[in-house]
């Protein structure tokens, strides 16, 4: 009998699902667009509807296979409640009981589990990535925001209340630029992929630079991988981009070190495919801003989780960690 | 058979050692000076001997008793190591091995346990004082520097290395004020009591005042007892010392929030018995900087363990942790 999980990654634009085996391995793999206004119900019902042709697909093509249950990440999403809350960028707004429509739905799944993207990921990366074996360790998620997934003695951080592990929302500047949540000075505002572009036109704007690769560029059509495929022709407003970003997040991932001395602390996402162009500095700077006692102990290293699968994957394992 | 234990805090001037019963009351209370210089061999012998004369009290005064152990707070204490290592405050240069020396000179006890001395206040917090019932909660202690201790689900967070929770360096002004430990800009540089006495300072300085209470004074003489009076006297520079440091004591504290979701943050040290002064501010500016998720689920706290004793409490708590 081979056992299985299915994980659901709830995004802004797309929900990625899968069924993923014990090994990480995704044995099939849909979406659906996640809806950019009405009912939640209706979203309810299309996912609901994927994952019933996925049963199909499994029954049809893996005989003997047991289907453990579902995990779900989600932005927002609190795992003590099974709900997505107030989540800025879904359409699906206030509080919204996932886990329990879903049950309704799905009443043959004795085993439905949710929590924050973030921590889906550092779960992921705990069964199946570069953090098996470790039991303390930060999972930071590059992306339109930054989130964060603390592992401590092998567990979730949630918190009190559940939503622990919003390190992107950590001041970095007081009174800095404004971050989308309406905070002043975030590091998600400053080290996120749509940061990295603000530094960009920050820079541009200082220099009055009109030669740089990035000076085509509308504030809408530029990103991350733009100013990455820059810095890779030695454009010097796209190195200094990525030298400042890196900077800026090793010395938040200091901070991250004092609350919880983590054996290695991971980055995910977009601006990772950067490289050495994000990893040198910060690492660089993560080990100047760090107390003598934590110098040269804490690892930075890249998501082990294959880019395109990791959602999913991460989603799946929150499933194998409740059997453990 | 009353079960008691024996508690010891190692601090920059004074070692003080007592022994505690189950309730946390103190039956007796001694200290030696903490030695400036020299072999650190000679204080473990000062302190053993302060160790027997204490067990020779119980055995004169209560005659039916067991010591379930020795807990020791200690700045830079790794609790996995039973090490005191670089501590900037402590004649004791390089890695100690206090634990092995005081089991090599008292075989008789079985337990003894090491820890940092914000973590001792943590747990001191849970087993005796205002954290009982409480399974995530963070403990800042304010003094000379800013010590913290964190707890998550009813554990500390001791991370990777055994130094977690050092939330004193965390940067609050990234290249601002010089910490202690060499550092620019952390939490510790600004809302110790000697950060306190910094931020006088400057403000004397910006409004080149001559009339403020706090004038008369020299930068080696004033400190936040001092300020705390001319507060009470309503004199306004020392009303916007504590102003400042409860914004920016609040701004430190969301980013704790945003790591670990505690149910309460506990405050302990000298400038908490300002009371309102301190509280409000910090307060105002936790809530101000606290994500929406969070907003109105934080209680910040002051310690509830009596001020004279807490040191030793909380290190005797140590002990009865181990055998829960």
Redesign the interface.
């Known amino acids: 009998m081979k056992k299985v999980a299915i994980g659901i990654d709830i995004g802004g634009t797309k929900t990625a699902f899968g069924v993923v085996d014990l090994d990480g391995n995704v044995l099939y793999k849909d979406f659906i667009a996640t809806p950019k206004r009405g009912d939640v119900s209706l979203f309810i019902d299309l996912l609901v509807n994927g994952i019933k042709q996925m049963e199909t697909y499994l029954h049809d093509n893996h005989h003997d296979y047991e289907i453990l249950g579902i995990g779900i990440g989600a932005p927002?999403a609190n795992y003590f409640r099974g709900t997505i809350?107030?989540a800025p960028n879904l359409a699906f707004k206030g509080v919204i009981p996932i886990k329990k429509m879903l049950e309704d739905k799905l009443p043959e799944f004795k085993t439905i589990v949710l929590t924050k993207d973030s921590n889906a990921a550092a779960i992921g990366e705990m069964m199946f990535g570069g953090a098996q074996n470790?039991?303390?360790?930060a999972m930071f998620t590059l992306g339109t925001g930054v989130g964060s997934g603390?592992v401590?003695?092998g567990?979730i951080?949630?918190?009190?209340?559940?939503?622990?592990?919003?390190?992107?929302?950590?001041?970095?500047?007081?009174n800095g630029r404004k971050c989308g949540?309406?905070?002043l000075g975030h590091l998600e505002a400053y080290c996120s992929a749509s940061g990295m572009k603000r530094t960009a036109f920050e820079l541009l704007a200082r220099d009055n630079s009109t030669t740089s690769l990035l000076s085509e560029k509308s504030f809408n059509e530029l990103n991350s991988k733009l100013i990455f495929e820059a810095a890779e022709k030695g454009d010097p407003i796209a190195l200094e981009v990525f030298e400042l970003t890196g900077n800026w997040l090793g010395?938040a991932l200091?901070?991250?070190v004092?609350?919880?001395?983590?054996?290695a602390i991971f980055l995910f996402g977009g601006p990772t495919a950067a490289g050495d162009f994000i990893f040198t500095p910060t690492r660089k700077s993560l080990e100047a801003?760090l107390?003598?006692?934590?110098k040269g102990?804490v690892k930075l290293l890249p998501s082990m989780l294959k880019a395109g699968d990791a959602a999913i994957v991460g989603a799946s394992a929150l499933v194998y960690q409740e059997f453990n």
């Open positions: 927002n809350e107030y470790m039991k303390t360790f603390l401590v003695n567990k951080v949630y918190g009190h209340d559940g939503f622990a592990g919003e390190c992107g929302h950590s001041t970095l500047f007081p949540c309406g905070g010395m200091a901070d991250t004092n609350h919880m001395s983590p054996e801003h107390l003598p006692v934590f102990k």
